[in-house]
């Protein structure tokens, strides 16, 4: 979904900033970034651990602990995922500078960084807002994901067993790697290199994932994104592990049940124009065969 012209900037006119650590290039970005933002009077907070600017008016702050309108991420969508997997305050938009591999979810390169941020701040811009996973085991709840839960073995190169259920009906039996549920957004990372499609982001949908079943016992399949849909460990002596995005991992026991459904929170980028596509085909698609 697409919020048009929306007020990103509020009384407190702060802002966060996170960069990939140990890259020396990264750390001068991030001090002109900071310098033209005390410029315009607006409080930065530094996350301590990606980089020690010298501009006396920042203010060092860790993610967990940034009270700001957005947040500014300065590398790869691995920087992303861990600023969000670590804000209080998960739906805090984000404007991502790209210093990664890929970047599929960040918005601006280096040099396009310093008049994006002036529109941004005159709020020129869009939020984009994408649906997020939330998942667990009984009552224990898991963090919420943006891009996928990857339910995998505790020990590497084991199969586990699976029985799949949707909305309490069982759908689909049989051995894997592992499993995911993806989002739209996660439908382009992690489940497409497992084999999986790509769902627009106007699809109403979660896209589940089997990784390397033998003889196809698995099959992937799309489900509308208001379903309950869950994810049983049937091997004995078998113990799993839920990855969310990467990030975090939480034990599941044999016979235990994990069960996955579209979270109430969201993820909202910053973006000065609904790109989807241009990203899909510039940083996605191959340029060569």
């Not at 994901?145 to 586990?160: D, F, H």
Request: glycine fraction near 8%; proline fraction near 5%; aromatic fraction near 6%.
């Amino acid at each position: 979904m697409i919020v048009e012209n929306p007020q990103i900037l509020s009384d407190k006119r702060a802002v966060g900033l996170v960069c990939k650590p140990g890259r020396t290039e990264i750390v001068r970005i991030a001090e002109r970034i900071a310098e033209l933002l005390v410029s315009k009077d607006i409080e930065i907070q530094v996350d301590p651990g990606s980089s020690d600017l010298s501009n006396t008016k920042v203010k060092p702050t860790l993610i967990e602990e940034m009270e700001v309108d957005f947040v500014i991420t300065i590398g790869g969508d691995g920087t992303i995922l861990y600023t969000l997997s670590k804000l209080k305050n998960s739906e805090t938009p984000l404007f991502c500078i790209n210093r990664g591999t890929v970047g599929f979810l960040t918005e601006s390169g280096t040099t396009t960084a310093f008049s994006a941020l002036e529109r941004i701040v005159a709020n020129d811009c869009i939020l984009e807002i994408n649906v997020n996973i939330s998942s667990g085991v009984e009552d224990r709840v898991f963090p919420d994901a943006l891009n996928e839960v990857y339910v995998v073995s505790k020990i590497p190169g084991r199969l586990l067993t699976f029985q799949v259920f949707l909305d309490g009906v069982r759908v689909d039996y049989g051995r894997a790697d592992g499993a995911m549920l993806a989002t739209p957004c996660g439908s382009t990372a992690y489940a497409l290199a497992a084999g999986g499609s790509i769902l627009a982001p106007n699809v109403n949908g979660l896209i589940f994932v089997p990784v390397c079943p033998p003889r196809f016992e698995l099959k992937s399949m799309v489900i509308p994104d208001h379903s309950l849909f869950e994810l049983e460990l049937v091997k004995a002596g078998a113990s799993g592990l839920a990855v969310i995005d990467g990030q975090t991992r939480w034990d599941i026991e044999p016979h235990e049940r994990v069960w996955l459904k579209k979270s109430e929170k969201v993820t909202r980028f910053i973006r000065l124009y609904d790109n989807y596509y241009d990203r899909l085909n510039t940083r996605l698609v191959p340029r060569t065969l």
